[in-house]
T-cell receptor, first 113, second 114 residues
Framework: GQNIDQPTEMTATEGAIVQINCTYQ??????LFWYQQHAGEAPTFLSY????GLEEKGRFSSFLSRSKGYSYLLLKELQMKDSASYLC??????????????FGTGTLLAVQP | DGGITQSPKYLFRKEGQNVTLSCEQN?????MYWYRQDPGQGLRLIYY???????QKGDIAEGYSVSREKKESFPLTVTSAQKNPTAFYLC?????????????FGAGSRLTVL
């Protein structure tokens, strides 16, 4: 089956570090994406992991453990503008050449002063 | 600047009416997608197209139709057969259908049925 779980909401303080977890059950798993979406706007790409380990990109890092079906997005030095919804999405390679993603419900992060 | 343009941004429809949402991209991407976003749910795939004049149903295609007559354009029609059309609709594209291609999204169209 195909399933993704992530927390619905999180709150953190400006300047702090926050970790947003995502667990997935995806047949034919072929990669894990994180997108950021501000309210009423388009999701924008943050990171992609296909191999186990940590990918670092500035203040944002993403980790993947394929054996555990687990990923997290780590945001450092939080800024107020980081308040947004963070979407976890897994990619399945089953059945044809399509970039078909299964999205989680998103984690709404509120950064407080 | 390259990107995806969706229009209109807000749309109101009476029950029983068909409406068409526009999606245009100037990224020269082969693949295009339509997603629906509802509160408390993840993005759900409605239709996708890997190449001009070809498209496939996604997970929730009932009550929707699409066309792909040009590489740049992938309009979505929400028909009267769609029982719960009020939602935020997102169009996306990727360079090719396969591989680790990142989706580029449009700003979305919010449809409300009165």
């Amino acid at each position: 089956g195909q399933n993704i779980d992530q927390p619905t909401e999180m709150t953190a303080t400006e300047g702090a570090i926050v970790q947003i977890n995502c667990t997935y059950q995806t047949s034919g798993f072929n990669g894990l994406f994180w997108y950021q979406q501000h309210a009423g706007e388009a999701p924008t790409f943050l990171s992609y992991n296909v191999l186990d380990g940590l990918e670092e990109k500035g203040r944002f890092s993403s980790f993947l453990s394929r054996s555990k079906g687990y990923s997290y997005l780590l945001l450092k030095e939080l800024q107020m503008k980081d308040s947004a919804s963070y979407l976890c999405a897994s990619r399945s390679s089953g059945g044809g050449a399509t970039n078909k993603l299964i999205f989680g419900t998103g984690t709404l992060l509120a950064v407080q002063p | 600047d390259g990107g995806i343009t969706q229009s209109p941004k807000y749309l109101f429809r009476k029950e029983g009416q068909n409406v068409t949402l526009s999606c245009e991209q100037n990224l020269n991407h082969d693949a295009m997608y339509w997603y629906r976003q509802d509160p408390g749910q993840g993005l759900r795939l409605i239709y996708y197209s890997q190449i001009v004049n070809d498209f496939q149903k996604g997970d929730i295609a009932e009550g929707y139709s699409v066309s792909r007559e040009k590489k740049e354009s992938f309009p979505l029609t929400v028909t009267s057969a769609q029982k719960n059309p009020t939602a935020f609709y997102l169009c996306a594209s990727s360079m090719t259908p396969s591989g680790a291609n990142v989706l580029t999204f449009g700003a979305g169209s919010r449809l409300t049925v009165l």
